[in-house]
């Protein structure tokens, strides 16, 4: 068998009939080369790790494996036999199972129906459900994997879903388990308890392939890392043989500072403060619950949490999308909580980086000239009056572009046909260069590569230098330690605790999940 | 990665597709000339040359043309919104109220006055009966589909009863209004015969088929060089980027809503004020709905919906010829090859879009 990289697994553990072979995949969507002749062997009984950008093509390469896709060309086998998987039911009879990073759970079911869902065998739900009980059991018992057989699926917090997703796939006969980016939703003892199933789940005999794009997990916990970039399968490691520094250089292709250099804050006079804010969803549950902080000019406020505890609903607030059910939000000496309107905040002389860029940030079937207006189309220097002035709107998009560095540098290109970190260019771009007081900026970094990371770290940092104030939103623990002077941690729509940009990591993981000293 | 239906050359997209729809469309058509027990390559030929082969061919696509522009217009700017506009008939039925009131009462006015006067009646009954189920939709959350369907037929019933009790003249059978005389659009007959001395077979084209071109680059002006067409489009692409932007979306689904009636209101123009001289009762006959037809098959933009309302005028007809040329195929025949270019083009659209796009595929390899 030709596989390039068998010399890296010279380990006698792992001798026996590897779990996986992939040889070979190809894989295009369009345009798009996916995977590149992608060969990897996954040693039976270990954590293997993907690491890669996003549009690196780990996703995909899974995808193939659990028969979602087809590979244009190439072949798998599953211990050691080949094996043709054409759809996610081949894949779970052959022993593969996945964990997906948006789970495919049903909200109103029970834990127990939720497993047992696509192997109920049978007409009638009875047996499959007496049979599902006994198995949960022992696997809780087994694996560290408790969770209440009767609970209501939908009212589990995430990291007990994603148990149960780990339940499902295990319950269906899962030799090989498959996870997407598992972390990205559990705070960090959360994440500590995934990591700890996982090395259960290795020792007694399965296979775990871990996809991220966090280093630190991959350090932690495989036993094996492959690396993937641009769809290529750039080299295959022995975890403990290698190094963060080694890894990241491998996925980017050349050295990156992970660490953003930046000299002290000088902070001047108070740009935002917000004072006692609330706000209500429909069912009357406050989702941002009595928060106030400030923000001043030439400094970085991070505010770090697991997603969903409040922060975007927090940014929908300041940004005059949604409307506070009570508090202020005092801008530069005006309450413009009550304006709730984005575009008279705007002019205000604040700038917003939505946290989703797709959904929000840009209209991707526009080209990138129209999406760079998105938000200040209506400013008089884009055309008087009622008009839109077609050149002015691509001379400036292609000015932008080439400050940003933008590639490909073309205004005329559809929105959604750039990359993540390019597409966040043209975004950061739009909104610095109106020269805004405030700057509030929601996960900056999300699926970006690590190139654009740099790039946009350094922006924020000049920004700042620049006397401006910068609000950063972001679940990215280390986003937010290297670029914030101060840190508020929210959990549960409340901020938790302020901290300093050198406070212990640990520290901010706990308040994230709630636990708090100083609580108010 | 993201887009796994693949990338087609612009070309193949907006052109190659349609032309591919059409012709399965059209090939199935034949198969049921077929099953009717006529040659179809014969009923084709009949067709394109009772369309195509005369003056006076030409002077009915162009007449039906005009009317399937506006409509189609109409549904496309909609579209454009994010909003499916099926109610092109209505708006364009009650439209006729307009240029009827302005027509009749003020036919004291000199026609440099009471022609524009009564365009603009057309244009703003037509958006009005837009507006409601606009605002509707946006304040009240009531789908735009089902509205707009109930304000045609809202719309019938209402002009059958003002057209009976209001505008038939006492003592006539037919249900009409007496003939509109000071708002009249000459059509190309009279033209040539008055300020030519040339002689033009009689069609029912008139001077409307330029209100036509104009409302094409109107349209055209509106969504792509002005905020408003910006916004309009925004909100139909991504309303969750729209409100980022600043952009109220309720408002842009009602301005896009007027306006959306207002084209199909211009239809009333060159029913009501350039051919038929009077208000009867289902002028619009279906022209709204294949506005619809003709909207998705010109992706909506102006110039596609330039071509598919000629082509539809060319089916219509070619179809009349047909049907007085082989008693056997009736015009319902048009009807059906109409729904099967709706079927392909809307409800198609993707059919063939995997197999052209691996073919592309492989063919940049």
Same mark, same amino acid.
């Not at chain 1, 995934?194 to 789940?201: A, D, E, T, V």
């Given at each position: ?16 009939? #590897? ?6 995949? @190809? ?7 996916? =995977? ?17 950008? =996003? ?66 065998? &049978? ?25 209440? #057989? ?29 996870? @997407? ?23 007694? &005999? ?16 495989? @036993? ?36 953003? $250099? ?79 309107? #984005? ?47 077609? $050149? ?38 739009? $909104?610095?260069?109106?020269? #805004? ?60 605790? $302020? ?22 | ?68 522009? !506006? ?116 059509? !190309? ?8 001395? %040339? ?75 350039? %051919? ?6 289902? !002028? ?82």
């Amino acid at each position: 068998m030709a596989l390039s990289l068998s010399w890296e697994r010279a380990e006698p553990k792992f001798t026996m009939t #590897p779990a996986i072979e992939l040889i070979g995949i @190809d894989k295009r969507f369009g345009a798009v080369h996916a =995977n590149k002749d992608v060969s990897m062997t996954i040693a039976q009984g270990s954590i293997h790790g993907i690491i890669g950008e =996003n549009g690196a093509g780990k996703s995909t390469l899974m995808s193939i494996l659990f028969g979602f896709y087809a590979a244009d060309k190439g072949e798998i086998k599953v211990k050691g036999q080949p094996a043709k998987i054409k759809s996610s039911f081949d894949a779970i009879n052959l022993g593969i199972g996945m964990v997906h990073q948006h789970f495919m759970l049903v909200d109103p079911f029970t834990v127990l129906e939720n497993v047992v869902l696509g192997a109920e065998g &049978g007409r009638l739900i009875g047996p499959a459900l007496a049979k599902a009980r006994a198995e949960l059991t022992r696997l809780a018992r087994d694996y560290e994997l408790d969770v209440d #057989p009767d609970a209501i699926v939908g009212e589990l917090p995430v990291g007990l879903q994603q148990r149960v997703e780990i339940l499902k796939a295990l319950f269906k006969g899962a030799e090989t388990l498959i996870l @997407d980016e598992p972390t990205g939703v559990l705070t960090p003892d959360e994440a500590d308890h995934l990591f700890r199933i996982l090395g259960q789940l290795r020792d007694q &005999g399965k296979t775990v392939i871990l996809i991220t794009h966090k280093l630190r997990e991959i350090m932690a916990i495989t @036993d094996h890392v492959s690396v993937m970039r641009r769809g290529e399968l750039v080299a295959t490691k022995q975890t403990s043989q290698t190094s963060v520094e080694e890894l990241a250089e491998l996925m980017v292709g050349r050295r990156v500072l992970l660490r953003v $250099e930046k000299g002290k804050a000088k902070p001047g006079a108070v740009v935002l403060e917000v004072k006692n804010l609330t706000w209500r969803d429909s069912k009357g549950t406050a989702r941002v619950d009595n928060v106030s902080f400030t923000v001043r000019a030439g400094e970085i406020v991070g505010i770090a949490g697991v997603s969903g505890n409040g922060q975007s609903e927090l940014l929908e607030l300041i940004s005059g999308i949604s409307k506070p059910t009570s508090g202020q939000i005092i801008f530069e000496g005006k309450d413009i909580g009550i304006l709730g309107d #984005p575009r008279h905040v705007r002019q205000e002389g604040l700038a917003h980086v939505p946290e989703d860029r797709q959904h929000r940030g840009l209209i991707s079937s526009f080209d990138a000239s129209e999406s760079g207006i998105l938000g200040w189309h209506y400013d008089e220097s884009l055309g008087h009056g009622f008009r839109l002035d077609r $050149e002015a709107v691509v001379n400036r998009c292609q000015s932008e572009m080439r400050e940003f560095d933008v590639r490909p540098g073309d205004p005329l290109l559809k929105s959604a046909k750039f990359s993540g970190g390019n597409q966040q260019k043209i975004i950061l771009a739009r $909104e610095l260069k109106r020269n #805004p007081d405030l700057l509030i900026v929601g996960q900056p970094t999300r699926g970006v590569d690590i190139g654009a990371i740099e790039f946009i770290h350094k922006r924020l940092i000049e920004l700042r230098d620049q006397g401006k104030a910068v609000l950063l939103v972001s679940v990215e623990l280390d986003e937010i330690r290297s670029l914030s002077d101060r840190i508020l941690v929210m959990f549960a729509g409340r901020i938790m605790g $302020e901290r300093d940009a050198s406070s212990d990591e640990r520290e901010i993981g706990l308040l994230m999940a709630g636990v708090s000293k100083d609580a108010a | 990665m993201a887009n796994a239906r693949g990338e087609l050359p612009t070309w193949v997209d907006i052109g190659l597709i349609p032309l591919l729809n059409l012709f399965i469309a059209l090939l199935v058509a034949g198969l049921v000339v077929l099953i009717i027990g006529e040659n179809p390559l014969e009923a084709m030929w009949i067709m394109l040359k009772g369309a195509v082969g005369s003056i006076k061919g030409w002077g009915y696509v162009l007449y039906y043309a005009t009317n399937f522009i !506006f409509t189609g217009l109409a549904v496309s700017v909609a579209f454009h919104a994010g909003l499916f506009n099926i109610g092109g008939e209505g708006q364009a039925y009650f439209a006729g109220l307009g240029a009827a009131i302005v027509g009749l009462s003020l036919e004291f006015l000199p026609w440099p006055i009471v022609i524009p006067l009564a365009i603009l009646a057309s244009i703003l009954f037509g958006a009005f009966w837009a507006w409601i189920p606009g605002y509707l939709q946006a304040k009240r959350g009531s789908h735009i589909v089902i509205t707009t369907i109930m304000f045609n037929f809202i719309g019938a019933s209402l002009m059958v009863y003002l057209i009976n009790n209001w505008f038939r003249p006492v003592g006539k059978m037919a249900v009409e209004s007496r003939e509109i005389t000071g708002a009249y659009i000459l059509s !190309f007959r009279e033209i040539g015969l008055q300020f030519f001395g %040339v002689r033009l077979p009689s069609t029912p084209l008139n001077l409307t088929v330029f209100l036509a071109v104009i409302a094409v680059v109107f349209v055209w002006y509106l969504l792509w060089r002005t905020k408003l067409g910006y916004e309009i489009r925004a909100v139909g692409a991504n309303p969750e980027a729209a409100i980022y932007a600043g952009i109220k979306p309720d408002r842009i689904i009602i301005i896009a809503m007027a306006i959306s009636g207002g084209l199909a209101g211009l239809m009333a123009v060159n029913e009501v004020l350039g %051919v038929q001289h009077r208000l009867l009762l289902e !002028f619009a006959g279906g022209a709204g709905f294949v506005g619809i037809a003709v909207a998705l098959m010109g992706r909506s933009h102006p110039v596609g919906i330039v071509f598919a309302a000629m082509l539809f005028g060319l089916l219509y007809q070619g179809g009349a010829e047909l049907s007085f040329a082989k008693p056997l195929i009736s015009r319902d025949m048009i009807v059906v090859i109409q729904g099967l270019v709706i079927l392909f083009m809307g409800a198609l659209e993707y059919a063939f879009r995997p197999t052209l796009a691996a073919i592309f595929a492989n063919v940049e390899d």
